[in-house]
Every structure is written in structure tokens, then in C-alpha cells.
């Protein structure tokens, strides 16, 4: 099964993040949620059709740092970093207002460190979001954190918005630090111990001695590079990217 992708928007680390546009199959039109819950705290900001329902809650603090403990925890543990991110990616997508329909995923690359995918029917718009295994290796909690946020701002501004004022306002309403509340992110590089750990898990990826990562949930498995997308299933027919 394949679909038509609308726009990747993605962040990258030194150079302004580059938007890819492909056919497009629907005409993202922002409305703006009036609403305002001041019982929950939650901050009206201008969604597309696929962005959800324009409301982003407060966070979970005391998650939020029992995530962070772990992950301090964690070291080089591939395997338990990707537990933790999705485990973040849940809670963040939800209080985004994003239905699950938005999927998560991983990516391979160092010259990018997180990309989002926006597409589907008119009615059915959607996306998803795949973070660099590099950017889960990171010993920066702050650093996922930042940039599951970045990415998930563009989530709700929709394909046509870039780092503009929309852009920027979802991105405060989620509250992204403000390393990763811009275009790019140069720092994020800029760290020779951490550079070096990523030669090392080369090494051991090479070997056959690193954790693999599913590859139903990897970007190129799921998006060919030609504008297609493949539906992945488990054995029950539900739907996993």
C-alpha cells in the first residue's frame, strides 16, 4: 500500500532546515482553535487539518523527569533509550493534541536530526515523526526532548508553515528550549566526546554488536525517497507505520 507524501519538514544540525515538497494530495488550510481551558492550562495555537485539536496541555513534570532520570541512567543503551523515546513521544504527542494515528519512528542520518512527514486524504491528514538514533544516544535528556518538540510544532502548523511566527508560537505553547525553538541547531555537533561515541556505535553496529532498531519503523523503509509510502502491519493487520 502507498501513499503521496506533502512535505518533510526536518531540522538540521548548522544549516537551515530544508522543506522537500512532493505531490501534493490536500490543501493544508490552518484554522484557529478559539477555545481556551483554563481548568487544564491548555494553549490555543493555529493547526492544519492534520494537526490535531489546536489545544497543547501542560506536561506531565513529575513524567517528564522520571523519563530524564533514566535516561541519565541509561548511557549508550541503545536499546534503552528507544524504550524511553517512545515513551516520551507517547506523552508529547498526546498533550499535543495528535491522534495515534501519527506514528513515530528512527532514522540513520547525522547530517539531520529529526524530520516529520505530513500527508493523507483530505479528512484523513496525518504524519509522523522520526527522530536520529544519534539524537537517542545523546547524553542531553534535553536534546530528544527539544527536538521531539521542534518537530512536533511542525506537526501542528502543518507543510505549508515553516519557522515563521506560527511556527514559533506552537513551538512556545510546547515549551521547546530555546536551542531547539529555531531553524537550527550547529551546537548540537559541536561536541567531540559525544561525536566519538557515534564512531563507536558505528563500530559495534558494523560488527553485528549494537541493538538493531525496528526496521518496520525506519524512514527509509517507510518513505522510498520517490514520494511513496509503505504501510506496515503486524501479523493481526494493525497498522504500525
Request: charged letters at 25%; glycine letters at 10%.
Amino acid at each position: 500500500m502507498s501513499a503521496r507524501a506533502v512535505v518533510l519538514s526536518s531540522i538540521h544540525a548548522g544549516t537551515p532546515a530544508a522543506h522537500r515538497k512532493r505531490r501534493r494530495i490536500t490543501r493544508a488550510r490552518p484554522t484557529r482553535a478559539t477555545a481556551r481551558d483554563e481548568n487544564d492550562g491548555a494553549v490555543a495555537v493555529k493547526v492544519w487539518e492534520g494537526g490535531g485539536d489546536g489545544l497543547v496541555r501542560p506536561p506531565d513534570p513529575t513524567l517528564i523527569e522520571h523519563i530524564r532520570a533514566r535516561w541519565d541512567a541509561s548511557g549508550w543503551d541503545l536499546e534503552r533509550r528507544w524504550d524511553l523515546a517512545k515513551e516520551l513521544w507517547a506523552h508529547e504527542r498526546s498533550r499535543a493534541g495528535l491522534t495515534d494515528d501519527w506514528k513515530f519512528g528512527w532514522h540513520g542520518a547525522k547530517s539531520y536530526v529529526g524530520i516529520t512527514y505530513m500527508w493523507g486524504d483530505p479528512g484523513a491528514e496525518r504524519g509522523e515523526v522520526f527522530l536520529s538514533k544519534y539524537l537517542m544516544l545523546d547524553p542531553r535528556f534535553d536534546n530528544v526532548l527539544g527536538c521531539l518538540r521542534h518537530e512536533l510544532a511542525h506537526a501542528l502548523v502543518g507543510p505549508t508553515e515553516d519557522h515563521g511566527p506560527v511556527w514559533v508560537a506552537a513551538a512556545k505553547a510546547l515549551g521547546t528550549p530555546s536551542d531547539w525553538a529555531t531553524d537550527t541547531t550547529g551546537s548540537f555537533y559541536n561536541r567531540p566526546l559525544v561525536v566519538a561515541g557515534w564512531s563507536a556505535h558505528d563500530v559495534a553496529n558494523a560488527t553485528g554488536n549494537a541493538f538493531k532498531l525496528p526496521p518496520e519503523l525506519f524512514e527509509k523503509n517507510v518513505w522510498a525517497g520517490d514520494g511513496t509510502r509503505t504501510v506496515f502491519t503486524d501479523q493481526d493487520g494493525n497498522v504500525v507505520m
